[in-house]
């Protein structure tokens, strides 16, 4: 059975770190890309990185580019995400997804509703 878990989440002040991480169990993954999408309260659940199969492409949303870093090691069936420099506005629940590369990027435009696989989310608020 396929199954996304994150884990990593937590309290931070603003300019702090925190990586999180989504451990992919089932054959599916070992041939998808992966992504992390977040929701903030009273918001639509929005686009945030993604990153293909051999992770050797990657796209990030333009508010958090240069500040997040997705990865993955394969070996382990995980993906990371590195967040630096936080900001209140990146206060959220974080979800991992996995689908096609494509699939992934084109929810910045069109919306996640059709993402394949989703994890329960973990929440990350950081305080000023």
């Known amino acids: 059975q396929e199954q996304l878990v994150e884990s990593g989440g937590g309290l931070v002040q603003a300019g702090g770190s925190l990586r999180l991480s989504c451990a992919a169990s089932g054959r599916t993954f070992s041939s998808l890309a992966m992504g992390w999408f977040r929701q903030a309260p009273g918001k639509e659940r929005e686009f945030v990185a993604a990153i293909s199969w051999s992770g050797g492409t990657t796209y990030y949303a333009d508010s958090v580019k240069g500040r997040f870093t997705i990865s993955r090691d394969n070996a382990k069936n995980t993906v990371y995400l590195q967040m630096n420099s936080l900001k209140r506005e990146d206060t959220a629940v974080y979800y991992c997804?996995?689908?096609?590369?494509?699939?992934?990027?084109?929810?910045?435009?069109?919306?996640?509703?059709?993402?394949?696989?989703w994890g329960q989310g973990t929440q990350v608020t950081v305080s000023s």
């Open positions: 997804a996995a689908d096609s590369f494509g699939a992934l990027v084109i929810s910045t435009t069109h919306g996640p509703e059709e993402i394949d696989y």
